[in-house]
């Protein structure tokens, strides 16, 4: 029903920002509660924000939050993940994901998602 495409990684110094655009196909985007997640090498992949369908409420990881902000516009099916401050430890592939009918807590767990795009890298140096 849903096909994700993330965009916009790269290399960017340690203090520095970076915005990640996913592009969703299909006419049920609207529908879906919608998350970012990472992965860095070796590590579980972690949560690391996410919005409700209607842009009500959003949702961050205590390492992100203050630095990223998630956004999303129903109308161009795109969710957005604008990050300030980089820093090293932010180096991962970020994934977006959508969810369909999530709860306070299904919203920030990886496995609870239905759809996935392929990643991009984000990568900060010191």
């Known amino acids: 029903q849903v096909s994700l495409v993330e965009t916009g990684g790269g290399l960017v110094q340690a203090g520095g920002s970076l915005r990640l655009s996913c592009a969703a196909s299909?006419?049920?985007?609207?529908?879906?509660?919608m998350g970012w997640f990472r992965q860095a090498p070796g590590k579980e992949r972690e949560f690391v924000a996410a919005?409700?369908?209607?842009?009500?409420?959003?949702y961050y990881a205590e390492s992100v939050k203050g630095r990223f902000t998630i956004s999303r516009d129903n109308a161009k099916n795109t969710v957005s993940l604008q990050m300030n401050s980089l820093k090293p430890e932010d180096t991962a592939v970020y994934y977006c994901?959508?969810?369909?009918?999530?709860?306070?807590?299904?919203?920030?767990?990886?496995?609870?998602?239905?759809?996935w795009g392929q990643g991009t890298q984000v990568t900060v140096s010191s």
């Open positions: 919005i409700t369908w209607n842009g009500r409420s959003t």
């Open positions: 994901a959508g969810q369909r009918s999530s709860t306070v807590w299904s919203i920030k767990q990886a496995n609870r998602y239905d759809y």
């Open positions: 299909g006419r049920t985007f609207s529908s879906y509660d």
